[in-house]
């Protein structure tokens, strides 16, 4: 079966399923929406799509006591000597 359906094809399929179910395939797919399907595809279209939300970079200024912060964290972290008793 070729990957692509060509004009014919399409045809052919919308003309098995008139003969099957009675009626048009457009009949059978609008049946459940509030719209007809082309209405459908018009109001998608009128829609703009959502704007992405630009967030501000956030460069922060350097720490000018980052070395005694980063010397205060280690000692806080370092493993600790048990006395023997």
Request: no cysteine; aromatic share 4%; proline share 13%.
């Amino acid at each position: 079966m070729p990957a692509e359906t060509t004009t014919y094809d399409s045809e052919l399929y919308e003309a098995l399923i008139a003969e099957r179910y009675g009626r048009p395939m457009s009949e059978i797919l609008q049946e459940h929406h509030r719209a007809p399907l082309p209405e459908l595809l018009k109001e998608r279209h009128r829609r703009p799509a959502p704007a992405v939300a630009i967030r501000p970079q956030h460069t922060p200024a350097p720490d000018p006591d980052a070395a005694r912060h980063r010397a205060d964290l280690e000692a806080a972290i370092a493993p600790r000597r048990v006395k023997a008793a």
